[in-house]
């Protein structure tokens, strides 16, 4: 399964709730198209020297790629010129919002000191402090995306351990790296038990590397427990979303986290989270501060750069011993880079501040309530998950995991983005996978923006009835 893949088809079997969520997403994708004349043009012109038209696979979403020329606060306007309110966020980048003056004025006052050393600048020391301040690890180190920091995970816990396999989530994304391409959307067909599933790698990740990493179902413990004595003395560790996201927004179930972590440790094995999406964007401690358990590594990347690429790996001591002592070396070109950390710092000590959260609290409560009350009036299935700056309307009334997920109907997340950007707010595609992330430059108007486009989408599909 390909997060860009297309919508599920209409069947004779199809319910006329179903049937009329295929006409309204037909009539907003032609409305779509209608309105991104210049994107369409531009993807097509750059294929001549851009595989595919695009400069990253995810921006290849149907019904086409969306160039954006600009961003402001926690606006972007499109190639077209149409303006949108911004919780794409870049994936959840975009927590700063854009064009911060804390950010710019970093950025650019750096930049005129030079945007390269290979060599430590004061600023690592700064981050690094507020890192260990925020996530409670100790000593940091960093690079210059997620996919880098989960690899960095992966590497130290197998050192550490002398084991080879690692433990990780059926339907969770830890990004690029072999180890992790690993039952990342698996097809139903070849996904096995869901107790026991099968480790099915991507296309590109060799067998012999994917037997390396055993899969288990999110949120149980008894599963992890039994891959532990499927695979004695084998097991390095385990890399978690602790709340995941590639497949919408699931919190864990209660003392599922602090008993992965007296699990995995009493087998010699380490917890690691992977806080890319949940670091900053939760909570100002992220997963952590929120359920207060401290893994052995976490990673982090996406909000703490402000827009500047970034990754970072905070550790127990023992852990980082290994690095400090280059048992194992953790290294890249651009690690520690200046840019990046004038931006993390802007980020941690002048823009994430307890009034960050503060305002996040209560935006999301404005949307919250919003989308719940929607979806009571219309009688639509599901609810909504949120926490910090994330959230995400649950189309369904049970998402637990990934299986879940599987029998989770595409065509609602799919018409309900199409609604939020023909509507002017801009969601990440791949309606049912993604989550909405606020910015600190968000508006109550924004909020209110995206509620009233669910009204809208809700009404449509009940026959133009307000409720």
Not at 350 to 373: K, N, P, Q, S
Request: glycine letters at 10%; a negative charge.
């Amino acid at each position: 399964m390909s997060m860009s893949s297309a919508p599920t088809v209409a069947t004779e079997e199809d319910s006329p709730e179903q049937i009329a969520l295929d006409r309204l997403i037909a009539e907003q994708e032609q409305i779509f198209l209608d309105r991104t004349g210049q994107s369409l043009r531009l993807t097509e012109s750059a294929k001549a020297s851009l595989a595919g038209g695009v400069a990253s696979s995810w921006q290849d979403a149907p019904p086409g790629t969306v160039w954006i020329d600009r961003g402001a606060g926690s606006h972007v306007w499109d190639a077209d010129g149409t303006e949108y309110v911004d919780l794409h966020a870049g994936f959840g980048v975009n927590v700063v919002g854009h064009a911060h003056p804390a950010i710019v004025r970093a950025v650019s006052g750096r930049v005129t000191l030079g945007t390269h050393f290979a060599q430590p600048t004061s600023d690592v020391i700064d981050v690094s402090v507020e890192l260990a301040r925020r996530f409670r690890l100790p000593l940091w180190r960093f690079g210059n995306s997620g996919t880098e920091a989960t690899m960095d995970a992966v590497h130290l816990m197998r050192v550490a351990t002398g084991r080879s396999k690692i433990l990780k989530v059926e339907g969770s994304y830890h990004g690029h790296h072999d180890s992790v391409q690993v039952s990342v959307y698996p097809e139903p067909e070849d996904a096995g038990p869901a107790a026991r599933p099968n480790s099915v790698g991507v296309s590109s990740v060799p067998k012999d590397f994917t037997r390396l990493t055993v899969v288990v179902p999110f949120g149980d413990l008894a599963a992890v427990e039994q891959a532990l004595a499927d695979h004695p003395d084998e097991i390095a560790g385990m890399i978690i979303e602790p709340f995941m996201m590639n497949i919408g927004l699931i919190a864990p179930p209660d003392g599922y986290l602090a008993g992965l972590k007296a699990l995995l440790n009493s087998h010699g094995a380490y917890l690691a989270f992977d806080e890319v999406k949940t670091g900053l964007g939760l909570a100002a401690g992220g997963a952590v501060e929120l359920t207060g358990v401290v893994p052995d590594i976490v990673c982090l990347a996406k909000a703490l750069g402000g827009g500047v690429p970034c990754g970072a790996i905070g550790a127990t001591e023992e852990l980082m011993r290994l690095i400090s002592d280059r048992v194992y070396e953790q290294v890249g070109t651009f690690n520690g880079n200046p840019l990046t950390m004038a931006a993390a710092k802007a980020v941690l000590t002048e823009i994430l501040t307890e009034d960050a959260y503060a305002h996040f609290d209560r935006l999301r409560a404005i949307m919250v309530a919003g989308a719940e009350d929607i979806l009571r009036r219309y009688e639509l299935p599901g609810y909504v998950v949120a926490y910090g700056s994330k959230g995400a309307v649950i189309f369904t009334d049970r998402l637990r995991d990934y299986r879940d997920f599987l029998a989770y109907d595409d065509r609602w997340g799919n018409a309900h983005w199409l609604y939020q950007h023909n509507g002017g707010v801009f969601l990440p595609p791949w309606g049912k996978c993604e989550q909405w992330t606020l910015s600190v430059q968000h508006t109550e108007d924004d909020a209110r923006r995206f509620v009233a486009n669910l009204e809208t989408f809700a009404a449509d599909l009940r026959g133009g009835r307000r409720a």
